[in-house]
């Protein structure tokens, strides 16, 4: 039944095996000799300033989502353009009229993001 | 390649899809929101229409992605049916609550793409599809008050559970995939060998544990009570019934055709677990939102007695249920989100505690009745349409030789109308605490009439459903 | 017009919905009663209708299945929503619509300025639509539905005038009663689906056919249908009810305690006759009950002085003649019976009506008398009826109490036919005591205070009913005679099969036609002596003496009441307080009960505790189910 798994079993448990056991060992041979200073937080050397719980501007996470979906329709569009040339004429207009529909779909989104000012960087 | 011709089985979907477009596009332009809303609500009753109209359809299409019948355009229906009556309650809601944006209406739509998309899959990637999409748009509805910290908090436990469920569901289709080499359902429905394969079977198990999570099945209920009661109200009835029904009716048809008895064990097992938690906590209960989220659990512990059934009286039983569930659990939420908005202060969340219904049958006769009947419903007293859907559950779990199970659950039932009448009371036989009066719109009466109208009606004749759809 | 079929029963709905949802807002009487009685006079032309098409049949092919929708479908348990129109239930029909709709036409007149005015003609509609159901439906079930749906609106309408207590009380009386009969009713069909596996009476009957006689199922459900029909039709013992049931507005008696409602035991009856044609046994409890109900509601009635009770218990008796009819084996004379009664009583009540209204709602006969002069129309009216249920040639009545008394002679026996002609002698004596006190004499009331009158609304339908009662019995005149009986051959298809059983173990005896029409003599004799002395003996009297000996017991209608009191009531009232209440129900019962709610609100209290609202807890749990959802699918 499960025999042929057998070995796969064995490396997911030695790799856990693995982790867990260099974590907790270094913990447990290293000398634990804490002092003030290195328990303070580290920060590139310098000192701290104010709480980790910073909010960031909503705009950072409205860049990043604008970026991924731009990115992966660049994967998906570079593909489509290089290839559709080489099909047969049916195939060709079909695939032309599912590549549209894709922009357009990600061109509402984007007249969304515009109309709303995500992009306005102020 | 997808032929031309094989869009008009897809009318529906297309309809939803381009409204939900257009609505995104007028919310920008015009910010009109009665267009918003008109447009969202017309296209919606259009799909409605047209999947009743198109009910005899059966077919697959779309590359081999799409699998359309009779069952699956039932339950669209009842998924339709339950997007357009908490659709006519929301505004309402959204002007008292002032949320009102049209993205409110836009993810409403593309979260009933998600459910259809998954209703109608024939491939395991759809199902996911479908699912996520749904799923996305729920998180965010459920964060939609998102000034106030209850909600914020319901979207943000809802999405970590959520994204971490389906952490599993992925990973069941992809040991299902490693397995089998494909990810079409008919042909994994076919492969009788693949069905001893225990790779495949933890597959699937895993596949199924993402489906017991959203339907909210024990011990994958957890969500559900913080959810519901943190979301907005009427999203919470629209969670609570569309998205569940979605789910129910994408993995219902799917564990039937597989037909391995390994997973009667499991499902009569949590479905046992499911009722026994969701009507037993509900007991305890002082708020009524989370009071019908575990009533909502219990619901789904009554739908896994039809699931472990695995026969055809079952299938009966789950779209019956959905449907009776659609109108009386969405008419309670309804109720609930009137006397809610009503509350003087507009407070976060006022006005859902127990004792807000202290003698509401003598402040507001009509709305005390309206309530007391969806609770029967729930409760399952005849001859409201929630007795016939547990009915041929329990049948169905009866015919399947697990005499045990219904009998347990009809045990388990009766401790659900204990909580049930404990409103019932509260409204009827106790004194007013308050004399708010409420206020009622005109769209979210008609939506009550309608559900009301649904309850007593399928109560009394049940039979019609199926004969609409064509399901003997 | 099979296909506008479905409007008679619809229409009645919908003027309930009409009239009892917007009844309030309507707030006009004369629409009120415009649409309420539409409502039944449509349904009554669309049946007419249906009845020439009938007509127009081979007598054989006169029965059309309607099913309209699958009403319940759970296992071999399939019910449908079908109508059965064959010559019986087209009879029901014609009755129950068209002097349902004389008497809505009747009530606008006689509820005028009532406050529940609405109200009382949603209720009437409803009546009528659960009265057709009861009539049209082809399965037990629904015959059940309208059953219960006449009971209730009969509730509905003896408590109509709710704000005494002696209302609210009959109307209680006659639910419970007529529960005891439904229980009955309910135990023959839970029989029937058990051991025919269907409640359609169509696939029943047929399956009866290979019974031999008295078998013992066949007599168990007989006597439980017929233990229904007692408490629907008042007879021996659940007929008290009938009588308290006058409590009620007066169109009310005459619509549902006189025409139509009481008489859907004797449908029921005959609607499965083959069940009694082939169980001699339960026929023979048949017409002994008749026969009693019959003799002590007539014996009764002399010593009523409530106009309406005397008809209340004049009906109770004429509803006992129909069961002797049909305890004789002679359906169709039943539902002969049936309906000329709906034409007399009906209008004698209407008419009694008529005088309660001119009287200022007085009802003691005792305080009336000369109201001939007055009430013209009523009068005659009234008349008319009593000459017809006295069996005064050539009116209806005589023409079907004649049939009766003849089937019982042929087929029973002369003692039998005495102790009947008796009964119905006691007929003519207590109608004609009503006539003669109530119009002739002098009048017995404040005339300064009281002034008699007639609204023409109301004498309409009085004078429709007159005709009826007067001509409607040539429908059905004997053979000797040499015409048609076109009723029993109406009926014919419908009682064949019935017949031909009956006949298979008693032949039919052929009596000449001098035999018949010295009968015939006998009877006329005998009602027109007693109704000539009834009214030799009663128009002038003018004092009224306390009753002594016999006459007491007359008219305390033999302490039946008192008897069921301290026989039945009492003895359950006191079991039910002391043990049932207060230490089964107490101690036992609500021990348990609250044992068990106890238990599971700490249950929940305690459980409620692994919600605790950090996600991570909720993914911990989530997590051990799906490790225990795998090691149970690798380890299995």
Redesign the interface.
């Known amino acids: 039944?499960?025999e042929g798994?057998i070995p796969i079993f064995i490396i997911i448990f030695i790799s856990a095996a693995f982790a867990f056991l260099n974590i907790n060992l270094s913990s447990l041979l290293g000398p634990n000799r804490p002092n003030k200073e290195k328990l303070s937080t580290y920060e590139s050397g310098m000192e701290p300033i104010g709480t980790a719980h910073d909010r960031f501007s909503i705009k950072y996470y409205m860049v990043a989502v604008s970026f991924i979906v731009f990115d992966i329709e660049v994967v998906f569009l570079y593909p489509w353009a290089v290839s559709f040339l080489n099909f047969p004429k049916p195939?060709m207009i079909?695939s032309f009229v599912i590549g549209l529909i894709f922009i357009v779909?990600l061109a509402?989104g984007l007249?969304?993001e515009y109309?709303?000012g995500v992009l306005k960087w102020d | 390649m997808i032929q031309l011709h094989e869009l008009q089985f897809i009318i529906p979907l297309i309809t939803i899809c381009v409204a939900s477009v257009l609505v995104l596009i007028v919310e920008v332009f015009s910010r009109n929101r009665e267009v918003v809303f008109a447009v969202t609500t017309l296209s919606v009753f259009v799909a409605l229409i047209i999947t009743i109209r198109d009910i005899s359809y059966s077919t697959i299409i779309l590359n081999n992605f799409i699998n359309i019948n009779n069952v699956s355009s039932g339950f669209n229906i009842v998924v339709l049916l339950s997007v357009l009556l908490s659709l006519l309650e929301s505004r309402s809601y959204l002007i008292k609550k002032q949320i009102n944006f049209g993205e409110y209406y836009a993810i409403i739509l593309f979260s009933l793409i998600g459910m259809m998309l998954m209703v109608m899959a024939n491939d395991l990637l759809i199902v996911f599809l479908g699912l996520e999409m749904m799923s996305i748009c729920f998180y965010i509805l459920a964060g939609f008050m998102r000034k106030r910290i209850k909600s914020n908090e319901s979207a943000l436990k809802y999405f970590l559970l959520g994204a971490f469920m389906t952490g599993f569901l992925l990973y069941g289709i992809t040991l299902i995939y490693g397995v089998s080499g494909t990810t079409n359902l008919m042909v994994l429905f076919s492969n009788t060998l693949l069905h001893q394969e225990p790779l495949f079977l933890i597959g699937v198990g895993l596949f199924l544990i993402g489906f017991l999570f959203k339907i909210g099945a024990f011990p994958f209920h957890m969500w559900v009570p913080d959810v519901y009661d943190g979301a907005p109200t009427i999203v919470s009835g629209f969670m609570s019934t569309a998205g569940k029904i979605a789910a129910v009716a994408t993995i219902f048809p799917i564990i039937l055709k597989l037909n391995i008895l390994d997973y009667r064990i499991i499902i009569s097992v949590v479905s046992v677990l499911t009722m026994m938690f969701g009507n037993i906590i509900a007991l305890a209960q002082t708020n009524i939102k989370r009071l019908l989220a575990y009533s909502s659990i219990a619901s789904a512990g009554y739908l896994l007695v039809g699931l472990a059934a695995f026969n055809d009286m079952a299938l009966r039983g789950i779209l019956f249920y959905t449907l009776a569930y659609s109108f009386m659990q969405l008419g309670a939420f309804i109720v609930v989100g009137i006397i809610e908005k009503s509350s003087s202060d507009n407070k976060d969340f006022s006005n859902i505690s127990l004792d807000s219904y202290k003698g509401l049958a003598k402040r507001n006769p009509v709305l005390a009745t309206i309530f007391t009947l969806f609770l029967f419903s729930l409760a399952g007293i005849p001859p409201f349409a929630g007795f016939w859907g547990k009915y041929y559950l329990f049948v169905a779990a009866i015919k399947a030789n697990l005499i045990w199970l219904s009998i347990v659950a009809i045990l388990l039932s009766v401790i659900g109308i204990y909580y049930y009448l404990k409103v019932i009371v509260y409204m009827w036989f106790t004194d007013p605490e308050t004399d708010e009066t409420y206020i009622m719109s005109p769209l979210g009466t008609t939506a009550i009439i309608l559900s009301i109208a649904g309850t007593i009606f399928f109560g009394l004749f049940p039979e019609i459903f199926f004969e609409l759809i064509r399901f003997y | 017009m099979s296909d506008l079929f479905y409007l008679v029963t619809l229409l009645p709905l919908l003027g309930f919905l009409v009239n009892g949802l917007l009844g309030k807002k309507i707030n006009n009487e004369k629409i009120t009663g415009i649409i309420g009685s539409l409502m039944v006079f449509i349904p009554f032309l669309i049946a007419s209708v249906t009845f020439f098409q009938l007509l127009s049949f081979n007598p054989e092919e006169r029965s059309i299945f309607v099913n309209y929708f699958s009403w319940i479908t759970a296992g071999n348990l399939e019910i449908n929503y079908a109508f059965l129109i064959d010559p019986l239930s087209m009879v029901m029909v014609l009755v129950i619509t068209g002097i349902g709709f004389l008497i809505h036409v009747y009530s606008i007149g006689y509820m005028h300025g009532d406050p529940g005015f609405a109200k009382f003609f949603a209720y009437l509609n409803l009546f009528i639509f659960a009265m057709l159901h009861l009539v049209l439906a082809d399965n037990f079930l629904l015959i059940f539905l309208g059953w219960e749906g006449v009971g209730l609106c009969s509730y509905l309408l003896i408590g109509f005038w709710y704000q005494h207590k002696f209302t609210g009380e009959a109307a209680k009386k006659a639910f419970v009663m007529n529960r005891i009969g439904d229980v009955g009713f309910m135990i023959a069909m839970f029989i029937i689906f058990a051991n025919f596996g269907t409640l359609k009476i169509s696939e029943f009957l047929p399956q009866l056919e290979g019974y031999p006689l008295n078998d013992g199922l066949l007599i168990a459900i007989g006597l439980l249908f017929f233990l229904g029909a007692t408490g629907k039709s008042a007879q021996i013992p659940l007929y008290t009810w009938l009588p308290d049931a006058m409590a009620g507005p007066t169109p009310v008696s005459a619509l549902i305690h006189a025409a139509t409602m009481v008489t859907a035991g004797i449908y029921l009856v005959a609607r499965t006759s083959l069940l009694y044609a082939l169980t001699p046994v339960t026929t023979q409890t048949i017409f002994i009950i008749g026969i009693v109900t019959s003799l002590l509601a007539g014996t009764i009635a002399i010593k009523q002085n409530d106009i309406k009770k005397v008809l209340a218990y004049s009906t109770v008796s004429q509803l006992g003649f129909m069961f002797i009819a049909l305890g004789v084996f002679a359906y169709h004379v039943a539902v002969f019976h049936l309906v000329t009664h709906a034409f007399f009583k009906a209008l004698m009540f209407l008419g009694s009506g008529s005088v309660i209204h001119g009287m200022k709602d007085e009802q003691d006969i005792r305080y009336m008398g000369g109201l001939k002069r007055k009430m013209k129309i009523t009068f005659i009216t009234f008349l008319i009826g009593t000459l017809a249920i006295s069996g005064i040639p050539p009116l209806s009545g005589f023409w079907s109490k004649d049939e009766i008394l003849y089937k019982v002679m042929s087929n029973a026996g002369t003692v039998y036919y005495i102790i009947v002609l008796i009964s119905a002698a006691i007929t003519a004596f207590y109608m004609f005591r009503l006539v003669s006190l109530t119009f002739y004499g002098k009048a017995r009331y404040n005339e300064e205070k009281i002034h008699p009158h007639e609204s023409s609304v109301m004498t309409i339908p009085l004078i429709i009913l007159a005709v009826l009662s007067a001509i409607g019995g040539f429908i059905g005149m004997p053979h000797f005679l040499g015409v048609p009986n076109v009723f029993e051959e109406w009926l014919a298809p419908v009682f064949s099969k019935s017949y031909s059983v009956f006949e298979s173990f008693q032949p039919s005896v052929e009596h000449s036609v001098s035999f018949e029409i010295i009968l015939i003599l006998i009877s006329v004799i005998v009602a027109s002596v007693v109704s000539w002395y009834a009214f030799k003996k009663f128009s002038k009297q003018e004092t009224f003496e306390e009753e002594s000996g016999f006459g007491k017991v007359l008219e305390n209608k033999y302490y039946v009441d008192e008897v069921y009191d301290t026989v039945v009531v009492e003895p359950i009232k006191n079991v039910s307080d002391k043990f049932l209440w207060n230490i089964f129900d107490v101690k036992i019962i609500d021990g348990v009960i609250n044992g068990i709610a106890n238990y599971f609100s700490k249950l929940s209290f305690d459980w409620r505790k692994l919600q605790t609202g950090i996600v991570q807890d909720y993914t911990a749990i989530s997590v051990a189910g799906v490790i225990a959802i795998i090691l149970y699918l690798l380890l299995k």
């Open positions: 039944m499960l798994y195939e079909y779909v509402v007249i969304y109309k709303k």
